[in-house]
């Protein structure tokens, strides 16, 4: 079965920095593009970060880039999301996801996890 498995939420005060995770299991992980889209609740979806197949190419929310990194190891079937200065605008639930591109990640998802929560306090 496939399964992407997220960790590393929790809640911090603005300014901290928190650095997620995501274990991928029972798909061939170096054929995918990774990415982390999050939902505040009672808001939309919004993607976040993406990164290709060989974690040559990224792409980043307006809303996210400078702050947030988002890196892969297809060692270790893992991609990461580094979440620095963050604020309060940031809370959601960040769910992991393998897709086709980057160009449009969000519209070519296959896999979701189940996400794990970032509550940022001001």
């Known amino acids: 079965q496939v399964q992407l498995v997220e960790s590393g939420g929790r809640l911090v005060q603005a300014g901290d920095s928190l650095r997620l995770s995501c274990v991928v299991s029972?798909?061939?992980?170096?054929?995918?593009?990774m990415g982390w889209v999050r939902q505040a609740p009672g808001k939309e979806r919004e993607f976040v970060a993406a990164?290709?197949?060989?974690?040559?190419?990224?792409r980043y929310a307006d809303s996210v880039k400078g702050r947030f990194t988002i890196s892969r190891d297809n060692a270790k079937n893992t991609v990461y999301l580094q979440t620095n200065s963050l604020k309060p605008e940031d809370t959601a639930v960040y769910f992991c996801?393998?897709?086709?591109?980057?160009?449009?990640?969000?519209?070519?998802?296959?896999?979701w996890g189940k996400g794990t929560l970032v509550t940022v306090s001001s």
């Open positions: 996801a393998a897709g086709r591109t980057v160009s449009y990640f969000d519209n070519g998802i296959d896999y």
């Open positions: 029972g798909l061939t992980f170096s054929a995918y593009a």
């Open positions: 990164i290709s197949q060989s974690g040559s190419n990224t």
